[in-house]
């Protein structure tokens, strides 16, 4: 069971805990997380077209966000028996292999408790008159913390280029005290953080160029290697 939200979610907030039966098994999701980066994925309704597409997408992708130490796990707001027919599609159609589970959340429990409900219209909803979730995608750190959260409407596809991308500028943030400018790449300059100044600026980055005093573009350091 999923907790009662309290208050609106927001970057920074910890991610509720919940326990839920996935395609997997059962799990607590704080113990999902472990000591790993999470990307949580919503859908609201089995055999949908765009969410097909998306978790097929998503499965392609998972060698990367697995590299990366990120674990995938999907929401749709129906049965685990409809989810794995609805796996046996997604992978026909996609030429993927889902590994990662699936959320059921027939009951719309934890769409509730992470803010996923679609207030677009009073029309928006099922036989039962419950509003359909929205699709949304959370990226959550080791420390439960959320860190992204997106809302797509039903009509536009995500971009899972755009999730790893993100994934990757988070990571890069945490491990070397910057910030990423728009359309950045692994491999591209960053952004000195504000918080570091000019002089501890050097230490770390001896190439760090000033654009303005409030914008120093880096170059990364290079990773040291051991010997073989």
Known sequence: MAEQRATPLRLGSIAPNFDAETTKGPINF??????????????????????????GAFAKLEPEFTKRGVKLIGLSANTIDSHEGWIKDIDEISGSKLNFPIIGDKERKVAYVYDMLDYQDTTNVDSKGIAFTIRSVFIIDPKKTIRLILSYPASTGRNTAEVLRVVDSLQTGDKHRVTTPINWVPGDDVIVHPGVNNELAKELFPDFKIVKPYLRFTPLPKEKTSAA
């Open 30 to 55: 704080h113990e999902f997380i472990g000591d790993n980066w999470v990307v949580l994925f919503s859908h609201p309704e089995d055999y949908t077209p765009v969410c097909t597409t998306e978790l």
